[in-house]
Nanobody, 123 residues
Framework: QVQLVESGGGLVQAGGSLRLSCTASGRTFRSNAMGWFRQAPGKEREFIAA???????LYADSVKGRFTISRDNAKNTMYLRMYSLNPEDTAIYYC?????????????????WGQGTQVTVSS
């Protein structure tokens, strides 16, 4: 059974940082791009960042320069380092594994999803 498990969420003050982790089990996602999404209360889920197996990255404009996505293929784990957090970053953050080799922002291309981890940024 394939599982993606996020961790590292929590409460942080504005201007602070957090690192989210996403560990996959049940299979390795060799050749699959992986990504992070988030969903704030009352809003649709949105793309944040994606990374290929070889490390090519793609970011949403809203987080470019503040968030860094990375992956450790040996550990089957992906990370999202978030800096300069602000209250607008408050959301549930989800990791996902895509059906594609290249990075993609299209949620329909992501087959496997984690359960999400809450990130709350206080002002």
């Amino acid at each position: 059974q394939v599982q993606l498990v996020e961790s590292g969420g929590g409460l942080v003050q504005a201007g602070g940082s957090l690192r989210l982790s996403c560990t996959a089990s049940g299979r390795t996602f060799r050749s699959n791009a992986m990504g992070w999404f988030r969903q704030a209360p009352g809003k649709e889920r949105e793309f944040i960042a994606a990374i290929t197996w070889s490390g090519a990255t793609l970011y949403a404009d809203s987080v470019k320069g503040r968030f860094t996505i990375s992956r450790d293929n040996a550990k089957n784990t992906m990370y999202l380092r978030m800096y300069s957090l602000n209250p607008e970053d408050t959301a549930i953050y989800y990791c996902a594994a895509s059906n594609t080799v290249a990075t993609t922002t299209d949620m329909l291309e992501y087959r496997y999803w984690g359960q999400g981890t809450q990130v709350t940024v206080s002002s």
